[in-house]
């Protein structure tokens, strides 16, 4: 019997919610519904997309119904495109037809995208719905489903409408990882790098060995077929959405004043230049995760070049990076485009760059832009592009 780790979350002035992580995590959906939502609660919609259904739809379902709910599901389309008010409007349409009521719940299962279009949906029908998070992506284990933030794209951005709303519990089943396209682990990996970069160094190292030993594993392929890593993986997943709900419960809405080293800002570390490398390949070339990994890159080589951060842990950064996998090349990219998309970084604060910068591993310190040369910028832009573009490596 796997074991099963639990890290509770405790966002300031509402409930305490709790993080379930396991192996076979799934098989606890219909206990973990049972035990948070209310007594009468009847209804249950599952939110998912297609192809996470057809891997674990029916055995979510089933616990489910095994524990006394009334389950139908709603698919929605896959990808970011699909993650907008349009689906959401046809996600309430269907929670409506199904008569849930306000103590009934909806379960998301699937990756980010379905997590944050549900507990939108499930914020906002009723003013506010219990919802369960059930995250199958890397990515959204570690840093979508923790935290209550929760939106839709609009024509003008990326999450431009949205609520807060924290899901009654999460469940997270390790063994989902295991058809997950290695794209999407690289992109899980590089912002499980980010929150140890900024967290902590013991979580940066732990990261650390589990990619050191899950590379040296390649061969079996798959996180799960990696024998006897099962516990170590949750363990780790644990550490990170303690991590995560840490800093969230502490700053929940993101205080747009606070530039300390524990503010939810931190979390943005990497996402200056990411948001830059996403914008100016219009989306199309690298999963966010990945330019994440470029991005971290290029906040600690600014950090290095203002004397701020010592050459070796910019190092331990590159070599942790180059271990999440292989990222798509970025040296081919039009340096000045890259750099006046930066400077108009939509989290800017009175039209200036905020930069979360690194002193060391496990410590960041947010740099208004203006205090920054614009050739330390534009240097530390080359360095970083040029870091992981040129590792042609097999292997991954
Ligand atoms: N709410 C937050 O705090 C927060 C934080 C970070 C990111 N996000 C949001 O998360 C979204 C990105 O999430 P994501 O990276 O999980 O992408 P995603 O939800 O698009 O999932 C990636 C792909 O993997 C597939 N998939 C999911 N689970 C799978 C599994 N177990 N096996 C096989 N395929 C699977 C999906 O169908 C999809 O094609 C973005 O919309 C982003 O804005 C939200
Ligand atoms: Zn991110």
């Known amino acids: 019997m796997k074991q099963m780790q639990r890290v509770s979350v405790r966002p300031r002035g509402r409930e305490n919610y709790e993080i379930e992580i396991g192996a076979n995590a799934l098989d606890s959906v219909g206990r973990v519904a049972r035990h948070t939502l209310a007594p009468h609660a009847r209804r249950i919609v599952v939110v998912s997309n297609a192809r996470v259904f057809s891997l674990y739809g029916a055995g979510v379902v089933r616990d489910l119904r095994a524990a006394g709910f009334n389950i139908s599901h709603w698919l929605m389309g896959e990808g970011e495109r699909h993650k907008n008010l349009r689906t959401a409007e046809r996600a309430l349409a269907f929670f409506s037809a199904c008569k849930l009521e306000r103590t009934d719940a909806v379960v998301a299962l699937g990756g980010g995208v379905v997590g944050d279009l549900a507990g939108f949906a499930a914020a906002v029908y009723l003013r506010g719905i219990p919802f369960l998070q059930v995250p199958t992506t890397l990515l959204a284990q570690i840093d979508a489903s923790v935290g209550g933030k929760t939106a839709v794209n609009t024509r003008d951005g990326k999450n431009l409408i949205g609520a807060f709303h924290q899901p009654r519990a999460v469940v997270i089943s390790t063994e989902t990882l295991s058809t997950l396209p290695p794209r999407e682990l690289t992109a899980g990996w590089c912002e499980a790098i980010k929150q140890g970069a900024v967290g902590s160094r013991r979580l940066f190292e732990q990261t650390r060995r589990f990619l050191i030993a899950e590379r040296m594993n390649e061969t079996a392929r798959?996180?799960?077929?990696?024998?006897?890593?099962?516990?170590?993986?949750?363990?780790?997943?644990?550490?990170?959405?303690?991590?995560?709900?840490?800093?969230?419960?502490?700053?929940?809405?993101?205080d747009v004043g606070r530039t300390d080293a524990r503010s939810r800002r931190i979390l943005n570390f990497g996402?200056?230049?990411?948001?830059?490398?996403?914008?100016?390949?219009?989306?199309?070339?690298?999963?966010?995760?990945?330019?994440?990994?470029?991005?971290?890159?290029?906040?600690?080589?600014?950090?290095?070049?203002?004397?701020?951060?010592?050459?070796?842990?910019?190092?331990?950064?590159?070599?942790?990076?180059?271990?999440?996998?292989?990222?798509?090349r970025a040296d081919d990219l039009d340096e000045r485009a890259l750099l006046r998309s930066i400077a108009s970084d939509k989290k800017s604060v009175g039209g200036h760059v905020r930069w979360v910068l690194l002193e060391r591993i496990g410590r960041a310190r947010i740099v208004s832009g203006e205090q920054i040369p614009p050739r330390v910028v534009r240097c530390a832009l080359r360095a970083a592009l040029a870091a992981n573009s040129g590792d042609k490596s097999e292997g991954n």
């Open 271 to 328: 996402h200056t230049a990411a948001h830059a490398l996403e914008a100016i390949t219009r989306y199309r070339r690298f999963r966010h995760g990945e330019a994440v990994g470029y991005g971290m890159l290029v906040a600690a080589e600014i950090s290095q070049r203002l004397g701020m951060l010592d050459a070796s842990e910019l190092e331990s950064l590159r070599v942790c990076v180059r271990l999440a996998g292989r990222l798509p």
């Open 222 to 254: 798959s996180l799960e077929r990696t024998h006897g890593r099962a516990d170590e993986l949750a363990g780790l997943i644990a550490a990170q959405c303690s991590f995560k709900a840490k800093i969230v419960a502490d700053d929940e809405r993101e």
